[in-house]
């Protein structure tokens, strides 16, 4: 079969041999070999055709079969495939089978929650993209006085720290003294959103916990537990993304 050209970064991310910036550095270093010729350009364009090595170790394209897990990140976990400083990583604590699998649904260091991980890029950009407009749903406790109506105004769309947010859905679960439990549903997620809304209203996140990402739940999991998305969930993703 014949293969359409494309950039060897973008060939080999698609195919989970790292992202591209990650191929790229390889490349620069001198370890891939395209057709018997080092390469060290990362403007080369190669398919499934070519022979390549990485790192001396010569590398199968296959028709993978999509794989979807939900994984519970635990608090104080960064959501990234390397190493920043003597924080773990999700990859530290996810089993080895996951090595070369991509996540979808970044939380920060101190959130919880849902995070998507697959070996497919499609199905992680998919999640991802805000034009696709992809419901994530939280729950969170705020601490501080509530102001409601200023809760009302911010979820039609704010702008802070000239960040321009989008409008969310709210739901209030619960109201004690100071701390407020509220489920928020974003279409967008931009870095920090949910805590930079409430800085805004003088209000601080003590608890963040995405328990939903598009139709993919969190359900009963524990936190660091992964599972395979079910038929039902994968059949909706389908089907949104299908319409």
């Known amino acids: 079969m014949n293969h359409k050209k494309i ?3 973008k060939l ?3 195919y989970n041999f790292g992202s591209r910036r990650e191929i790229e550095k390889l490349i620069l270093e001198k370890k891939i070999i395209v057709n018997n010729q080092t390469i060290n ?4 364009f190669a398919s499934e055709n070519d022979e390549i090595f990485i790192n001396k170790r010569k590398i199968s394209f296959f028709q993978k079969k999509d794989e979807i897990y939900k994984f519970y990140k635990p608090q104080k976990i960064i959501c990234s495939k390397s190493k ?3 924080r773990s990583i999700i990859y530290e ?3 080895k ?3 070369n699998f991509i996540f979808a649904g970044r939380l920060d260091f101190l959130s919880e929650g849902l995070i998507i991980i697959t070996n497919s890029s499609k199905i992680a950009r998919n999640l991802e993209l805000p034009q696709n407009q992809v419901p994530r749903i939280y729950v969170i406790r705020a601490y501080g006085n509530l102001n ?3 809760l009302q105004k911010r979820s039609k769309g704010t702008v802070f720290n000239k960040i ?3 409008p969310f859905l709210f739901r209030i679960k619960s109201r004690l003294k100071k701390n407020t439990i509220l489920e928020i549903t974003l279409r967008e997620g931009k870095k920090n959103e949910i805590r930079e809304i409430f800085k805004s209203m003088d209000l601080q996140i003590n608890k963040l916990k995405r328990i939903k990402h598009g139709p993919f739940h969190l359900g009963k999991m524990k936190p660091g537990e992964i599972k395979i998305a079910n038929q039902s969930e994968v059949e909706q993703y389908e089907n949104y993304f299908r319409n």
């Open 41 to 44: 350009n990362p403007v080369i």
């Open 97 to 99: 089978k996951f090595k």
């Open 93 to 95: 604590i996810l089993p």
């Open 84 to 86: 920043q400083d003597h």
């Open 164 to 166: 321009k947010y989008q």
């Open 148 to 150: 409601l109506d200023m």
């Open 12 to 14: 080999l991310a698609n």
């Open 7 to 9: 950039r060897i970064a």
